[in-house]
């Protein structure tokens, strides 16, 4: 399995800006795709966006359409989230995830085997 470290999370006033990244070790990174999730206190682990092995298919949850953009760069091994616009009720613990299955337009938490510890992220009214 791969490592997964995330990193970028914190404060932000509403209408904000933060960008979260997820680096990979231990295997080839282009051997998976990638997502982001979050768990909001007392809710289900949700999916955010996923995008594909070299980044050519993206998904977004209809939550963060428009605002937030999922990416990679392979050559540093690393995932990012672009969030702009935020807004409290994004507040919550995001994760990285990664599988080396075929990537689902829609994804569950149970479409991926490795998972990064979580970083938190409060967005303040």
């Known amino acids: 399995q791969v490592q997964l470290v995330e990193s970028g999370g914190g404060l932000v006033q509403a209408g904000g800006s933060l960008r979260l990244s997820c680096a990979a070790s231990?295997?080839?990174?282009?051997?998976?795709?990638t997502a982001w999730f979050r768990q909001a206190p007392g809710k289900e682990r949700e999916f955010v966006a996923s995008?594909?092995?070299?980044?050519?298919?993206?998904y977004y949850a209809d939550s963060v359409k428009g605002r937030f953009t999922i990416s990679r760069d392979n050559a540093k091994n690393t995932l990012f989230l672009q969030m702009d616009s935020l807004r409290p009720a994004d507040t919550a613990v995001y994760y990285c995830?990664?599988?080396?299955?075929?990537?689902?337009?829609?994804?569950?938490?149970?479409?991926?085997?490795?998972w990064g510890q979580g970083i938190q992220v409060t967005v303040s009214s």
């Open positions: 995008v594909s092995r070299y980044g050519v298919n993206t």
């Open positions: 995830a990664a599988d080396a299955r075929p990537l689902k337009s829609t994804s569950t938490i149970s479409d991926f085997n490795s």
């Open positions: 231990g295997r080839t990174f282009t051997s998976y795709n």
